[in-house]
């Protein structure tokens, strides 16, 4: 008696540990999940952040470029010495000179090259984030389908559960007029045969939604698929119903898809780059400046004294040399064996590839809305068409149920009525979550 009191609570115990260790998620949640730990979305980041830096550097490369230079030489024997003349010396001589200097330069004018430069890399940092968008909403569209899957698995798994549960209790119900001989035993191994094919139904769908789960926790970068579980709503909101025109739909899609923000920021980049190519034809100007100063000292006598020469120090000789200068420099293109034609061309077939793929986005865009449309079109009747035959249905079950029980059906009869039902039922519900998914999804086009 112990020993049984234990193993029921070694089984209570244990589905608590289950229950607890269970994890719910919201579809929110998944799609939060998937976006942050899809490897293709971290490598579009990447990406729109190179982009971003290329950018940045374009702006800044308005700014003038600043350099430092320093130079330490040593000179043997026979050397130029700081008045620029050569002084005589035994191979022992030694001159030591250092150099220090600043330089400077910046841009003036070069045909506005650099500030298309800045449009162009603008343009193309705004075609990556539109990308990256368009990445997350198609993680977010396949999550929501994986999600919406999980949810009709449940509720075939909850129909098929509902069904055995019947047929069980109407084995039990049976097993008693058997035992008092009112009912013959054949009936009852036809009800075990049929219990047993309810519980191969069940069994069928639980492992339907495990790897519908195993399908969103991949979706989801989520390794135990064993332990996790979706909300299900309680109850569908008219709203969620409602059809939104595709005409509508694709009047919002046209202005907002991310896919056709990209394709027009590669037009307007493809635009700059035209304009680029263009700048070859103009002359560049630019303004630099240097400052600078040196140190000279050497170990050559005077061949009249025989004494070393006398030089300041260094300090001294670097305050007093001080040197520097400006120049403006200007760089007229006059023949560059036809590069900047060239080059312009080139941007000109690349203007008319990106308004081709412009067309191809609208395009498929409106392909894309069109079937969604016509699919959730498809879908609302075959959910309608579904809700008739469950009505149906259910009236051909309760009528031979009656009949079964005045002993006008057999039990075969009984049965094919509560199995076309049980598939009335399954087919309803799979229409009413394509309707859903489908109204869900022209909702995510827009």
Do not use: H
């Amino acid at each position: 008696m112990n020993a049984r009191i234990y193993m029921i609570l070694g089984a209570t115990l244990a589905t608590l540990l289950a229950s607890a260790q269970t994890k719910v998620w919201t579809l929110q949640q998944c799609v939060d999940t998937a976006v942050a730990r899809n490897r293709t979305i971290k490598q579009q980041v990447l990406e729109t952040r190179n982009r971003d830096i290329a950018y940045d550097q374009a702006r800044k490369n308005l700014l003038p470029s600043v350099g430092a230079s320093a130079s330490q030489n040593l000179g043997l024997g026979r050397t130029l010495g700081e008045n620029n003349t050569y002084q005589s010396g035994n191979g022992t001589s030694v001159t030591t000179s250092t150099s220090l200097g600043i330089s400077s330069s910046v841009l003036l004018y070069n045909g506005n090259r650099l500030q298309y430069e800045i449009k162009a890399k603008r343009a193309d940092a705004e075609a990556s984030k539109a990308d990256l968008e368009k990445t997350k909403k198609n993680i977010a569209t396949n999550v929501a389908a994986g999600y919406l899957q999980v949810l009709l698995n449940k509720e075939l798994l909850r129909v098929a559960e509902e069904q055995l549960s019947l047929t069980k209790a109407k084995v039990e119900q049976r097993k008693s007029l058997v035992q008092s001989g009112k009912m013959a035993e054949g009936e009852l191994l036809e009800l075990y045969a049929q219990q047993a094919k309810e519980e191969l139904t069940r069994t069928q769908a639980q492992n339907t939604l495990n790897l519908s789960l195993l399908d969103l926790a991949q979706y989801m970068e989520v390794d135990d698929f064993q332990s996790m579980d979706v909300v299900s709503p309680s109850e569908f909101a008219e709203k969620d119903f409602v059809l939104l025109a595709a005409e509508d739909v694709y009047s919002s899609a046209i202005v907002n898809r991310p896919e056709i923000k990209a394709a027009e920021a590669r037009l307007k980049s493809s635009e700059y780059s035209l304009n680029i190519a263009r700048t070859g034809y103009y002359p560049s100007v630019s303004l630099s400046g240097s400052v600078g100063s040196s140190y000279y000292i050497n170990n050559v006598k005077n061949p009249l004294t025989g004494q070393a020469y006398d030089y300041d120090s260094f300090g001294k000789q670097i305050g007093d040399k001080v040197n520097g200068g400006f120049s403006l420099n200007v760089s007229v293109p006059i023949f560059d064996k036809y590069a900047t034609r060239n080059n312009i061309k080139s941007a000109k077939l690349g203007i008319e590839s990106k308004q081709i793929a412009i067309d191809d986005a609208r395009k498929e865009l409106r392909k894309t809305i069109q079937q969604s449309y016509y699919n959730a079109v498809g879908a609302s009747s075959r959910w309608e068409s579904a809700k008739q035959s469950v009505a149906a249905n259910k009236e051909a079950y309760r009528f031979s149920n009656q009949k079964y029980e005045a002993g006008r059906a057999t039990l075969y009869e009984l049965y094919q009525a509560k199995n076309n039902l049980t598939q009335a039922e399954s087919e309803q519900i799979q229409a009413k979550y394509e309707y859903f998914f489908r109204v869900k999804l022209l909702e995510l086009l827009k």
